[in-house]
Structures are given as C-alpha cells and as structure tokens.
C-alpha cells in the first residue's frame, strides 16, 4: 500500500497520519514529506479483510481522526501501488490493482505516469515514440538502457513490466543529517570560511549518501564570537545527495548572509527534508560535466570506503587544513 497525503502537510500532521498507518500494519517505511509505504501480509491476516477494505479503513480514519484525507494505492509491488495512488484524485480516495490486472492497467497509462519516471526522462521517451508504459514495456531493455542510462533503462522497464523486487522496509520518519566545524580560533578570513564550509558539504553528501537518502532542503547556521548567530533554510531544485548540488546551494546561502567582518567561531550544515534515495527520479542531464562529477564522485566514495574519509577530498579543503 501505498498512502499519499495532502500536498505540504505539516510535520505534526504528518506524524499523525503515521500513526494510523502505523495502527492498521506495523510494517511502515516512512517517505516524507507526506507519503508511506505500508506492507499488508500481516493487516490482512488480522482484519480478516480484502486489501481494498484495507484503504477504505485507513482513509476513514484519518478523515474522522484527524481531518485529513488521503489517496491510497495497493498493488503487487512498490511501483504498481506507488502509481495507483497517484492516478486517484484529490483530495483522496482508493485505487487498489489486482495482481492480474497489472500487465493492463500500467499498459494504459501514459509513461510520465509511471512511478520512478521523472518528466526529462519521459520527455525523452516521448521523441522516440514510446507514449505509454505499455510500450516501455515491450521495447527491448538495450534500447530503453541507450536512452536513459543502464541502471535507470533497466528499472524503467522493469517496472513498466510490474517487476519490482524491492520489499517495504521499516523505517519512521528519518531525522535530519547534522554536521558541524568548530573553529579553533574566531576567524575573518573569507576564503578559509568558505573551505570549511565546502569541507561540511563533503561531509553531509557522504553521510547522505552511506544512509541512502536524499535532502529536500539545507539549512545553513552561522555561530559568531559571542555567540549570536545567523540561520537560513533554502530548498534544493530536486532531492539531492551529490555534492555538486549541495555546494551550490550552501555557497548561495553563506553569500546571503553578507558575513564582511563577522567573526566566526562555528559552521552548522544540516540536510533537511530527507527521503530515501530510491525515491528520487534519475533525472536525465545534459550537462556532460556534471554526469562525470557523479561519476567521479561514486569512485571517490569507494576510496574513501577503503581507506578512510580523510584520505581524499577537494584541494581547497586541503590547503585550508594545511
């Protein structure tokens, strides 16, 4: 099952919503900001109930509980209920899919429609004349693998054929991911903040990315001499875990405090908003550069891996330490 609520639900509300998912199946993976997957083997077994009924439960008791509805899908597989929930209209409803319904029911739908497919992937789909999930379906994997990429080809059309192996995993609502540089000394110097600050990005996107998850948003805390300080939360375009996107945004944000002679004693860089990794659409790029960044990156984290956190990084975070 899969439990879509409504668009920018607090997180009170949220946790709330959980709650009740958490009461009809104890098997729940937690997708903030306002989704859940739920695993239904045991719920069926003790409501004596068919995995519809299941939904209606559910969907009547945060209507009566909590005043918040939902849209709820069921399906054979994460892909199969993740795309359910999406076909059902606001403000709530269910839609549970058959197992021998699949096959037709995805086959229908128009790719973009397909969980895991994000718009520049369909869009590319699209001008190879591939409209619909049934057609992802009955391209051959090589063909689909030389438009989007091996590992996202091979999911695509896997999951347009309903195949998707991935079980729920428990998991509650993740907290945010925190790193920190304390300053041995109060310092001006411009250059030696903005190295520290590129260090905790490092370190954040390697924390993320070991935890298999993604930030919506970073926020950044300026901690002064005297201890006053400084914070500000921006979004990222799409969840990320990469570097590349983290630097930018933290660089953006460190630029808008408008430091000039501020002594600083601390940096604060927490990744908030966290979803799983999985979750996040293998966006196409086109930007070259950036696709051997991430494939550099993967390499890095693998020495790093072997040899320890410290042995590799970027020069300038380097020449700062020395």
Request: hydrophobic residues 45%.
């Amino acid at each position: 099952m899969h439990v879509r609520g409504p668009d920018r639900l607090p997180e009170q509300a949220y946790r709330q919503v959980l709650e009740q998912v958490a009461e009809l199946s104890p098997v729940v993976q937690a997708l903030p900001p306002s989704a859940a997957l739920v695993e239904l083997k045991g719920a069926l077994r003790y409501y004596g109930a068919d995995t519809r009924r299941l939904g209606e439960i559910l969907r009547v008791r945060t209507l009566s509980r909590l005043g918040i509805d939902v849209r709820v899908g069921i399906g054979s597989s994460i892909t199969v209920a993740a795309t359910a929930s999406a076909q059902v209209p606001h403000p709530g409803g269910v839609l549970a899919i058959a197992p021998g319904e699949v096959t037709d029911w995805l086959g229908r739908l128009p790719v973009e429609a397909l969980h895991g497919i994000g718009p520049r992937q369909a869009e590319v789909l699209r001008d190879y004349g591939i409209h619909s999930v049934g057609l992802l379906a009955a391209v051959a994997p090589a063909t689909v693998q030389r438009l989007l990429g091996g590992r996202a080809g091979r999911m695509a059309v896997d999951r347009a054929r309903g195949i998707d192996p991935r079980p729920v995993v428990p998991r509650a609502l993740p907290a945010s991911a925190t790193v920190t540089c304390r300053f041995a000394r109060h310092t001006l110097d411009g250059a030696g903040a903005r190295a520290a600050l590129l260090d905790l990005v490092v370190k954040l996107g390697l924390l993320l990315r070991r935890r298999g998850q993604a930030a919506r948003a970073l926020t950044l805390k300026l901690t002064f001499a005297g201890n006053s300080s400084w914070e500000k939360t921006r979004r990222l375009a799409e969840p990320s875990a990469h570097d590349d996107d983290l630097r930018t945004l933290a660089y953006q944000v460190m630029d808008a405090a408008g430091l000039q002679r501020g002594r600083l004693a601390a940096l604060t860089l927490k990744g908030e908003d966290l979803i799983d990794a999985d979750h996040v659409a293998q966006q196409i790029s086109l930007d070259d550069a950036r696709e051997d960044r991430l494939v550099a990156e993967a390499a890095v984290d693998r020495v790093r891996d072997k040899f320890g956190p410290r042995v590799i990084g970027p020069a300038a975070v380097f020449r700062h330490a020395s």
